[in-house]
């Protein structure tokens, strides 16, 4: 049956990859979990655009159709709706596993207490640690190299600056944003543990704040709710007093990272971001540059449990992988904000 299939695979893969002759690399049949995301549908795209074949599972949690839509009809692509949480059967090579309702909308903000959000933190939970199970559960049966794509929020508020990968992090284990920080550093273990138990070829990398076309227009992260109130003549809302940091990566930039390391022989963690830091202040000063001189700036009350600082040490990545970001700041943000024109208020400008 499995030699069969791969038989037949190969086959089909033989008509539908575009490898330009003389490179010796095989085309894969490549899962996506989480492929309808902001950064799963990136990848995708640049898989396909290699020649490999491209399964998205997704369950539309946070994903939309039109992210991948353009290859529909693609023999060498297919979607598949589909939870995590439950198990799943197919036969690949690699496994790219990005399925995590990541919107901080869901999981920081908590106005009234009620049922469903605390019920979306245990869904938040579940898919982290039974989804990554599930496909770690798969990538052992087939054989087939698995990537997690953990997050930057491993190391909480951190007291190291920047962070290296040996820092094992400051989080709190009982707060707002625990189902998230504590979900991903459970997800690390057992890629830990398979690869220590089970001999699956894991690699882990602890992604930092990405920004991009695509992404969400409201789910509450710090640059599409700029963006997205610059762009609708609304006040920026800078949570706190606007001076705690972060480090923006380009998505392309981030995709790129991403394929390397799962191309590469290093298990991980690795960090990928981009080490350029902003305040909150900054960043809004930015997106006034790009998009409106007069836009205004309002202060809210910030989030529980808000680390003050973070910027990646890349140099891992660095000298492993050979990786590190290409697009500042200033060069990616301007290609975010047509795709939020677009997406806001049609084709034509406002
Ligand atoms: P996203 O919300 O756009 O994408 C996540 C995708 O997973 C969505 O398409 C969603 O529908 C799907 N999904 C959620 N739960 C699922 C389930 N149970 N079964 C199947 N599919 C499910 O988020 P993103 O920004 O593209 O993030 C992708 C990955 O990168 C996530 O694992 C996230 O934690 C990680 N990450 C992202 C950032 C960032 O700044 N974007 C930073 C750190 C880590
Ligand atoms: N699993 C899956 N697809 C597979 C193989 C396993 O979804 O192709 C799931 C399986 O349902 C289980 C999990 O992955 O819940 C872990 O699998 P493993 O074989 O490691 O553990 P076991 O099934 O022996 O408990
Ligand atoms: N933030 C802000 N205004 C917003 C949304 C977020 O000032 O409208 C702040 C938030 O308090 C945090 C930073 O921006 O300090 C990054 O928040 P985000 O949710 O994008 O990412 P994370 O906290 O997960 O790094």
Redesign the pocket.
């Known amino acids: 049956g499995k030699q069969q299939q791969q038989q037949q695979h190969i086959g089909h893969m033989s008509t539908g990859a575009k490898i330009p002759l003389g490179l010796k690399r095989k085309a894969l049949r490549v899962v996506v979990t989480g492929g309808a995301g902001f950064v799963g549908s990136h990848l995708v795209d640049k898989l396909i655009a290699r020649g490999d074949s491209v399964i998205v599972v997704d369950n539309f949690f946070t994903g939309r159709k039109e992210n991948v839509m353009h290859h529909l009809g693609n023999p060498r692509f297919e979607l598949i709706r589909h939870d995590v949480v439950e198990p799943l059967l197919l036969e690949v090579d690699q496994i790219y596993h990005l399925a995590c309702p990541a919107s901080?909308v869901h999981y920081?903000f908590n106005p009234v207490k009620t049922i469903i959000s605390s019920s979306f933190h245990a869904c938040l939970l579940m898919t982290n640690v039974v989804g990554t199970l599930n496909m770690l559960g798969l990538a052992k049966r087939v054989g087939a190299r698995f990537l997690l794509t953990s997050?930057?929020?491993v190391y909480g508020d951190p007291l190291q600056h920047p962070q290296k990968e040996e820092y094992w992090g400051n989080v709190n284990p009982i707060g707002v944003?625990s189902c998230?920080d504590e979900g991903k550093r459970t997800a690390e273990t057992l890629a830990m543990d398979y690869h220590r138990g089970e001999l699956v070829n894991v690699r882990i990398a602890r992604i930092?704040?990405t920004y991009g076309p695509r992404m969400c227009i409201d789910d509450?992260?710090?640059?599409?709710?700029?963006v997205a109130?610059a762009l609708r003549k609304e006040p920026?809302?800078?949570?706190?007093d606007?001076n705690?940091t972060?480090s923006f990566q380009y998505v392309s930039d981030l995709v790129n990272g991403l394929m390397r390391l799962m191309e590469s022989e290093h298990v991980g963690p690795f960090n990928l971001g981009n080490p350029g830091e902003f305040t909150?202040l900054e960043?809004?000063e930015i997106v006034k540059e790009v998009i409106d001189p007069d836009a205004k700036i309002e202060f809210?009350e910030?989030?529980e449990d808000?680390?003050h600082k973070?910027k990646p040490d890349i140099s891992k990545a660095k000298d492993l992988l050979g990786w590190e970001p290409k697009i500042a700041l200033r060069d990616g943000l301007p290609r975010m904000v047509s795709d939020f024109r677009k997406r806001l208020f049609g084709d034509h400008k406002e």
Do not use: C
């Not at 920026?236 to 706190?240: E, K, S």
């Open positions: 901080p920081k997050t930057s929020e944003r998230y930092f704040n509450g992260r710090v640059v599409s709710n700029f109130q920026m809302t800078i949570y706190g606007g705690q972060r909150m960043l809004a809210r910030n989030t808000d680390p973070r």
